[in-house]
């Protein structure tokens, strides 16, 4: 058993992998094993299923459900079905097989593997599919397309039936209507061989009719990008308020209709083209019931939209895989889109509604939230971004240094999972690269929800020493430089309200305790964080009507960062060699001397900032502040 379950896993690792065969995750497959059938569960990629995640079903049981009376209406019988699926795992309620277990069932071969490749359904997605299918497979099973579930798996049973009278055997191959193929085989050696030859049969019959499927994206309209993403952003939201993420993949005119079932479930049946605009968004839902997921915009830019980056980059998935299939049709008649009544059917499919559930990241309180970390390679910046990104949110690192910022981006997917975070390179003292910056973040997520303004130098040094190199190059960093931050988010998210609608927007800067008391030696630096309080608190004042709220968090030391403790160009090494600490004869000698100093007797760690900047965002009451995060030893009076 343990042979066959390591053989099912390995070749559904392989199509499951390859975009040719499977996309966002659809498919199944299965393998009998005596009196059992192991099958994908619902919810389990192919693309990196196990052996053990296979779902083993009883096979007396499952067979039950092609004894329902026929004469039960759709819901009902499909109701049944799924109680007796559900009734046939085991241990029972240890998983949600596949709903088309019950096909696997009635093909007789060991293994069964079901896939949607592209050009499989450049073939059943065509007005002439069929005829098509008829000459290039005469040994295969064409089935008209019929709803997926227990009627899918009785017209299988049916078709199988009569060509085994006919010819004395099953087929190996399906071709379902607007669907995908189903191969069956005793070995997965032939079921490689079966996909290859199917393949290329429908890749040659395309090449004669001088066919590609090549799909050419134009440059979207930059633009129409930076006014109509953030403002698409809350003209999407859910019935709670919360932004959509809008991602732009350039302009290209939407799919026609719907395909496939795969493409209703991630991108909607019908895509939208019109303006930015209230009311025809309204119209539109009015029309289809549900806001779009695709949105070509004044015919300048076409978008995505989801819940969050993964899922807005999910529907650009299924966008470009229906653009394929519409443009492959072509060599088969053009394309044969669902009926009204078919798509309406998987629109409120309870079983597409339970996948989409189970597909779901888990909610934080900063889910739906596009969070921009400046300086968040490193130190503070990416304490703050892992916390942030912990929280829900999707993350942004922008940094001068790239090559750490994608590393950080990178690290932090792996952590929380597949679009939770993504780098953007910076310098916060130059306007293009900071207004640069923005259009790039727009393009990918629409806006901006909170901006962490967290990027700062220090130059520490007497004011009869410190030259005016060091003092422009903290005060362009430190004060100009979040100026800059502030001026360009606060474009992006003044957009993010429309027509009075929208919820707030942030901004918070990573300040200091320099910032609320000076600090000796330290001047430029000091005087740069009161001036960005100030800065703050004027920003604050003007940004109000725009809902977006501005505040400081001033944290005191952290000593475990490189600034204090970088072996040789710390603050500690620093104020030891320049004699800032009386007595001090050792690197411990001066971070003791700072400790002792603060009642909480540590330094500020990056949650401790985090969690404050978490109170700036979720209170609705407060804004223009700084506020403390120094273990006591600054308070406010």
């Not at 990196?48 to 759709?74: H, M, S, W, Y």
Request: aromatic share 8%.
């Amino acid at each position: 058993m343990k042979e066959e379950l390591k053989a099912l896993a390995e070749i559904s690792r392989f199509y499951g992998s390859d975009p040719a065969y499977v996309f966002l995750g659809g498919g199944n497959t299965s393998v009998k094993i005596g009196d059992r059938l192991y099958i994908k569960p619902s919810g389990v990629a192919l693309a990196t299923i196990e052996p053990e995640q296979f779902l083993p079903l009883e096979r007396n049981v499952l067979k039950q459900i092609f004894n329902l009376d026929a004469g039960l209406d759709a819901t009902t019988r499909e109701a049944c079905a799924k109680e007796i699926l559900q009734s046939a795992v085991r241990p029972l309620g240890s998983g949600r097989p596949s709903v088309e277990a019950p096909v696997h069932q009635v093909m007789e071969y060991q293994f069964i593997v079901h896939l949607h490749p592209a050009l499989v359904n450049a073939m059943t997605c065509a007005k002439n599919g069929k005829d098509a299918c008829a000459r290039l497979f005469p040994e295969a099973v064409w089935l008209d397309y019929c709803d997926p579930g227990c009627t899918l798996a009785g017209k299988v049973r049916e078709a199988l039936e009569t060509n085994r009278n006919a010819n004395g055997k099953q087929p190996q191959v399906i071709f379902l209507q607007n669907h995908g193929v189903f191969v069956g085989a005793d070995s997965c050696e032939e079921i490689r061989s079966l996909y290859s030859m199917i393949l290329e049969r429908i890749s040659q019959a395309c090449k004669e009719a001088g066919v590609t499927g090549d799909i050419a994206f134009a440059e979207a309209d930059a633009a129409c990008v930076q006014e109509a993403a953030p403002a698409l952003r809350t003209l999407l939201a859910d019935a709670e308020g919360n932004r959509a993420v809008v991602h732009c993949v350039g302009n290209a005119k939407p799919f026609a209709g719907p395909l496939t079932p795969d493409h209703i479930v991630y991108a909607k049946s019908f895509a939208y083209c019109g303006k930015a605009a209230k009311a025809d968004l309204e119209a539109f839902r009015s029309q289809h019931g549900y806001l779009p997921k695709v949105l070509q915009i004044d015919g300048k830019a076409l978008f995505t939209a989801g819940a969050d980056l993964k899922e807005a980059l999910a529907v650009e998935t299924a966008l470009k895989n229906a653009l394929q299939i519409e443009a492959l049709t072509a060599a088969f008649g053009g394309a044969r889109y669902l009926t009204e009544r078919e798509y309406g059917f998987i629109e409120n499919w309870e079983v597409e509604s339970y996948r989409r559930s189970v597909q779901k990241s888990e909610r934080g309180r900063l889910s739906n939230r596009v969070c921009v970390v400046t300086g968040g390679a490193q130190g503070f910046g990416l304490g703050i971004a892992e916390y942030l990104a912990a929280q829900g949110g999707i993350v942004v690192i922008a940094d001068m240094n790239k090559d750490g910022a994608a590393v950080a981006a990178e690290d932090l997917c792996k952590k929380f999972g597949s679009g939770r975070a993504f780098a953007v390179a910076v310098n916060i003292a130059d306007e293009p690269s900071v207004e640069s910056m923005f259009a790039e973040i727009t393009a990918c997520c629409g806006g901006v929800d909170l901006l962490v303004a967290n990027a700062g130098v220090l130059r520490a040094g007497s004011v009869l020493e410190l030259s005016k190199k060091d003092w422009d190059f903290v005060t362009d960093i430190n004060y100009t430089g979040y100026f800059l931050c502030c001026k360009h988010a606060a474009r992006v998210m003044s957009r993010q309200i429309v027509d009075g609608l929208g919820r707030w927007s942030d901004i918070v800067q990573v300040n200091s305790k320099s910032g609320l008391e000076g600090s000796n030696k330290n001047g430029a630096y000091a005087g740069s964080k009161f001036g960005t309080i100030g800065l703050t608190q004027s920003f604050a004042k003007e940004l109000v009507a725009q809902r977006i709220k501005v505040n400081s968090v001033c944290p005191g030391n952290f000593y475990d960062g490189p600034l204090w403790s970088h072996p040789e160009k710390g603050l500690f090494v620093q104020y030891l060699t320049t004699g800032k600490v009386p007595g001090a004869k050792t690197v411990e000698d001066v971070r003791r001397f700072y400790e002792d100093k603060v009642p909480m007797r540590r330094g500020c760690l990056p949650v401790d900032v985090a969690k404050a900047i978490l109170y700036c965002v979720e209170q609705d009451y407060e804004t223009g502040q700084a506020i403390p995060v120094t273990g006591g030893q600054v308070m406010l009076h």
